[in-house]
């Protein structure tokens, strides 16, 4: 059964993440972000009135449920089919935080690195777009156990999400939102990866520095939208 404070604990969220993102440069900001997190991994799917019921079925492959935005932050969930990934992609000049409801995700975090770090090697000569130097810092499985997984605008600010081993959903808290006429528009990319090792060698470890090719959004990979059922958030 659903918890007792179940609405009042998806309120106080949206109340915490309104605090700590008006102003993300302030002095309390470190504390008032920490507070936010606590709350963040109090959340369980009963919560949000959530059942692990989708499969590898008809499409599409993302679907998300709009919460709650204003102009400091916006928070929704995603829900991904079995075997869907939400494709390497940046955030720029955001904050943002991740917890997972059901399933498992696997989450792959990058940061860019400085035009200069370009300098130290070229890019791939295969590459067919814009190129971008980035240190390939994490690749993680995270569930309902796991703690948040947090960006920032200069930290873990790219990331690739997979559905492992089943449906999954996560609530999403993004600071503040994309908004393509304010420079914060959605920009997906590739890996280029280098040589295969030689044959027995370990695959190199992370975190590595990368080239990224920026793509178009992936002909396989749209985001449909679903009513958000559980309580209602005011602010």
């Given at each position: ?70 102009e ?25 935080m991740?917890?997972v ?19 130290a ?32 605008p ?51 470890g ?30």
């Open positions: 059964m659903p918890r007792d404070n179940m609405a009042s604990l998806i309120q106080r969220v949206a109340r915490q993440a309104r605090i700590t993102f008006r102003s993300p440069a302030g002095p309390a900001f470190g504390e008032n972000l920490h507070r936010l997190q606590q709350l963040l991994d109090e959340v369980r799917a009963e919560d949000l009135h959530l059942g692990a019921s989708r499969g590898s079925g008809p499409l599409p492959p993302v679907s998300y449920m709009h919460i709650c935005e204003t400091s932050f916006s928070m929704g969930v995603f829900l991904l089919r079995s075997g869907a990934c939400i494709p390497l992609h940046d955030h720029p000049g955001m904050n943002g991740l917890k409801l059901y399933g498992t995700l696997r989450i792959a975090c990058m940061d860019t690195l400085p035009p200069a770090a370009a300098a090697a070229p890019p791939p000569a295969a590459a067919a777009g814009p190129c971008h130097r980035a240190l390939f810092r994490s690749r993680q499985h995270y569930t309902p156990a796991s703690p948040p997984c947090l960006l920032s200069h930290t873990d600010n790219l990331h690739q999400i997979d559905a492992v081993d089943g449906p999954a959903a996560f609530l999403d808290i993004l600071a503040p939102p994309y908004d393509p006429q304010h420079g914060r528009d959605c920009h997906y990319y590739r890996l280029l990866e280098g040589p295969p090792p030689p044959a027995g060698a370990e695959p190199p992370l975190p590595r520095e990368v080239w990224l090719m920026e793509t178009p959004q992936a002909a396989d990979f749209w985001c449909g939208g679903e009513p958000y059922p559980g309580p209602r958030v005011c602010l």
